[in-house]
């Protein structure tokens, strides 16, 4: 996870709750961050996604009361596919970044 997450343009991890491991882009918006449990990573994703991710794989992808009213999941590291990890943490990486930031990189990326 940390590696997936230290790709992304200008990610930086920096101690989060509890001195957990916390991902931002440019040192501001955090996106993703370790649990305490050393199983599981809190991920920034869409309401939408959220509620459709949940409902197919609940052992995977969980919400907690905690989370229940902000754009955030727990994902499970033993059973999360690792594309779809990359995946989660592309996206989350996108909803924090600035708008100039995710435009360079997607005209970098594209073909």
């Known amino acids: ?8 343009p200008r ?8 001195g957990t491991a916390g991902f931002r882009v440019r040192g501001r ?7 305490e449990d050393g199983e599981s990573v809190a991920i920034k994703v869409d309401l939408g996604e959220r509620r459709a991710l949940t409902a197919m794989q609940p ?3 969980v919400v907690t009361p905690h989370y ?5 999941m727990i ?4 059973t999360v596919d690792p594309e779809e990890l990359r995946e989660l ?5 996108r909803m924090t970044a600035p708008k100039r930031l995710r435009e360079e990189w997607d005209a970098s990326e594209a073909p």
């Open 68 to 72: 229940e009213n902000y754009p955030w």
């Open 11 to 18: 990610a930086e991890e920096r101690p989060s709750y509890n």
């Open 29 to 35: 918006g955090l996106f993703a961050r370790e649990r």
């Open 59 to 61: 052992e995977t992808f």
């Open 89 to 93: 943490l592309t996206e989350a990486w």
């Open 1 to 8: 996870m940390r590696r997936l997450a230290l790709a992304l």
């Open 75 to 78: 994902v499970m590291l033993a």
